[in-house]
Each structure stands twice: as C-alpha cells, then as structure tokens.
C-alpha cells in the first residue's frame, strides 16, 4: 500500500505515516549503517571465523573439567575479549600428568584450550614455552600455523587481532600456574 487512512478519512502518504525519521542526514546514516554492516558480514563470512570444527571444540573441554585439588594452578584474562581460564596442573617426573580447565571465553578461546589440553599431557614446560613462542610469531604473522599444537582448526582467527587474546590464554595460564608453584 502506498498511504493509508488518517482519522479524518484522509489518505496519508506513506512517508508520513512511518515512524522512521526521513531526510537527507537520515538516508546517508541508514545506508552507511548498512554498508558498514554488509563489511562486517563479508569479513566474517569470507573468513569462515566460526567453523562447525571450531564450534565443536568446545565440547572437548568437558574432558579436562576444573580439578582444583591439584597442586598447581593458574589463571589467564584476555583483555581483548575479557575471557577468562583457569587451569589446574599437576606434574609427574617433569611433565604435565593431570589438566583440567575452566575457561569462561568465546568459542576461539575455548577451540584453542581444547585443543592446548589434547596436546598438553605428556609435555614438559620447555615444549610448552617453545610452543608458545611458535604462537606468538604466528599471530604476529611471523610464522605458519603451529603444528604442535595443531592450530589449522582455529587457523582464521589469526585474522582478527581481537580474538588473539583468547587464543593464547592457555599458554599463559599454564605460565602463571609453574610461577605460583610451592616450594
């Protein structure tokens, strides 16, 4: 319909009858709102952040659940996103025996923990700050995908800086928890 009925019996044109505000200042808002919003979406699209085998890393994490009882533990804050992890550690002989995590972050956070906690067992802090570092470079774009830990499902989030912060939070947790070890 192109106007509808006022209470007099009038037809009212439509642009009158909406509740958009209209005008030359709103037009150029509205279509810079929605090119700003069709980038995005583009950006994202195109990058494939959220993979269905990203998303699906997250119900890894219920294999490696909190276990405070263990003697170490650390806690990690990205303050790019504000995810959170903390990780309980126990070492046997020199390498990580027993893991378990709580990570309150995006599904790139909790992709890069689940993935950190399959790798991790069996390894000795040398491997894991090694590794670290080889993250640090790839997120720099120094370097290529680490492959130990694999990181190729969570490979596009190096694309977005925003999302670093999270990736990297257990590699820092596990750091904090070898600094507040007891001796």
Partial sequence: RAS??????????????????????????SRQFADCRRRRMTAVSSGQLYTPEMLSLATHLADTPPQPDLPLGGTARSTTCGGVLTLDLRMTDGRVSDLGMLVQACAVGQASA???????????????????????????????VPASPDLSPIAAAQAFSGRHGAIVLPWRAFADALCNTET
């Fill in 114 to 144: 689940a993935l950190f906690a399959k790798w991790a067992s069996g390894k000795s802090p040398a491997q894991i700050t090694a590794s670290q570092e080889d993250v640090a470079q790839w997120l720099a774009g120094n370097g290529p």
């Fill in 4 to 29: 509808r009925m006022g209470r007099d019996g009038a037809h009212i044109p439509r642009h009158q009858c909406s509740d958009q505000p209209t005008g030359p200042v709103y037009r150029r808002a």
